[in-house]
């Protein structure tokens, strides 16, 4: 395509729908919307920068920063259903914030790194809030949007994410380019300035809305729910799609002879594309808890099918057979990502009660947890050692996961908002953040 020639309506559809999404949405929907490219650019800077910095300039071993980022994994585990509490508490908006800042000051405290108890105690103590600050920001989406806007805004915020770590990427290579280390750390210094100015967004957003809370009521915790407790368990074995393109599948590409292995980096960037530009449309009919039940369980068809894809990629030895196949693959694996992510979105929400929304947040956010921890150990051992049969047992796994969301999610009423509160007091805080006692 040359110059100034108008993009394809494959392109110009997706991205226009997102445009129109953003500028039609309210402007507390655009201060969340710009407070997470903003979080995903300093993600994406640091994912791809951290190895580097630490062992190049920090002086540490590879064995030293891969146990810190494991301890760090640890310690958001451990503290992620505490800080929903605390979410509930003071508020989402009020609680991120506070992560945010927290982040802001450990990100900078990384440039005085030189030794390995050094960035031992400042990787923890990061973790504190970099690693616990998903379920309250996902309870931030349902405090800002209406029921029937939240699964769309979340798809904005996902593909608005893609952007940030995609360009996040971009500045971090040429950060490594310049080899300096005072370029390094100018740039962790950067990582924390977007921090701030996700703490300042925040700050601009004022619910319009806001609705009174008790400040006394008889908590329900949401690993004493069975339903969504047995949701976020389902759930994790859906989002196997992410272990399956992220370590499965190079695995696979570079054990498949039919398939070169300079083909290992194509099904990340043709998945990160289609993600990037439809996840917005894809959400378009899951708006209730019983249309999430059955987008789970497509996604968990496509799946399946995905798996077969991959399969049958191994049965030829010529490249032009199996990467046709194999693409294929990962255009059914790129639709259940996205069915699943938006049913996900719906379903933890709906079944989250309102009063202990970041609490229930937090913890569906371990079961995610648990699928990245959990799945590149089992995958790759089920699927390079048996091959045809590890895929099928996925497959089934999957299919089973998808048919048991899809009855979980009958009928409309969710579960969690069934709870009887006993009120002595309600109070609404002037913010519109919500304060749970």
């Not at 991120?96 to 103590?125: D, E, K, Q």
């Not at 300035?193 to 300042?200: D, T």
């Not at 968990?300 to 990467?323: E, G, K, R, Y």
Request: glycine share 8%; proline share 5%.
């Amino acid at each position: 395509m040359t110059a100034g020639a108008p993009a394809p309506e494959a392109v110009k559809g997706p991205l226009r729908r997102l445009r129109e999404a953003v500028s039609g949405s309210s402007t507390a929907e655009r201060a969340l919307v710009v407070s997470c490219l903003s979080d995903s650019m300093g993600t994406g800077l640091f994912a791809a920068l951290a190895a580097i910095f630490f062992t190049r300039i920090s002086g540490l071993t590879p064995t030293q920063f891969a146990l810190g980022l494991s301890l760090a994994g640890a310690v958001g585990f451990v503290l992620t259903i505490p800080m929903g509490v605390i979410g509930d508490r003071f508020g989402a908006r009020r609680t991120l914030i506070v992560l945010n800042l927290w982040r802001a000051a450990g990100f900078a405290c990384y440039i005085f790194v030189t030794s390995f108890p050094v960035y031992l105690a400042v990787v923890l103590l990061t973790a504190v809030a970099d690693r616990t600050a998903g379920g309250v920001s996902q309870a931030i989406v349902a405090d800002v949007a209406g029921d029937d806007r939240r699964v769309r805004l979340m798809a904005v915020v996902r593909s608005v994410r893609n952007v940030g770590y995609a360009v996040g990427g971009l500045v971090a290579g040429l950060a490594i380019a310049t080899d300096r280390p005072w370029v390094f750390k100018a740039t962790l210094l950067g990582i924390a300035l977007f921090y701030v100015l996700c703490a300042g967004l925040l700050m601009r957003i004022k619910l319009s809305n806001p609705v009174p809370v008790p400040l006394r009521t008889k908590r329900k915790w949401a690993f004493r729910d069975r339903r969504y407790l047995a949701f976020t368990g389902l759930n994790s074995l859906l989002t196997l799609h992410v272990t399956t393109l992220n370590v499965l599948l190079p695995l696979w590409i570079l054990a498949t002879p039919g398939i070169p292995d300079t083909f290992v980096a194509v099904p990340l960037i043709v998945n990160t594309v289609i993600v990037s530009l439809l996840q917005l449309p894809a959400t378009r009919h899951i708006s209730s808890l019983p249309g999430a039940g059955r987008a789970a369980f497509a996604s968990a068809a496509m799946l399946a099918l995905a798996a077969c894809f991959f399969l049958v990629s191994s049965w030829w030895d010529d490249a032009a057979a199996a990467i046709p196949v194999l693409i294929a693959g990962v255009l059914a694996l790129t639709v259940a990502e996205m069915w699943q992510a938006a049913s996900s979105w719906q379903i933890s929400m709906d079944l989250a009660p309102e009063g202990n929304r970041s609490q229930y947040l937090s913890t569906f956010n371990l079961g995610n947890t648990a699928e990245r921890v959990i799945g590149p150990a089992v995958l790759p051992a089920l699927v390079i050692t048996f091959r045809s049969w590890g895929w099928l047992v996925l497959a089934v796994a999957v299919l089973g996961s998808g048919c048991a969301t899809w009855w979980l999610t009958r009928g409309d009423r969710a579960a969690g908002n069934d709870v009887t509160a006993v009120v002595e007091e309600t109070a609404v805080v002037p913010d519109g953040s919500s304060a749970v006692g």
